[in-house]
C-alpha cells in the first residue's frame, strides 16, 4: 500500500497521465508506434513487435481502445498527405 502511494506521487508531481505506470506505458508504445507508421517503411508486423505488441492483431485493438485510427488507416493518413504534399 504504501509502494502505491509513493508511485501516486511521484506520476502526480511527473505530471504523467492518469492511470499510472500501466496508462503511461500504452500511452508511450502507442505514440512510438505511431511516429514509426508514419515515418518508416516498416510493416505492420515490425512496428508492433518493435513496440512491444505480440502480433498486430493485438496493436490495431490497443489504438481501437484507445479511440484512435487503425495502424493501416495511420500509414494512408501518412501517404496520402505526403503525395498530396509531393504533387
Known sequence: RH???LAHALFEECL???GG??????????SLAS????????SVVDVARLVGY???ETLTSAFRHTG????????RTHRDDLSFALA
Not at 68 to 75: A, G
Open 3 to 5: 509502494a502505491q502511494r
Open 16 to 18: 504523467m497521465p492518469p
Open 21 to 30: 505506470f500501466r496508462e503511461a506505458t500504452i500511452n508511450l508504445r502507442l
Open 35 to 42: 511516429i514509426l507508421l508514419s515515418k518508416s517503411s516498416l
Open 54 to 56: 505480440l502480433n498486430p
Open 68 to 75: 484512435l485510427p487503425s495502424p493501416v488507416e495511420i500509414r
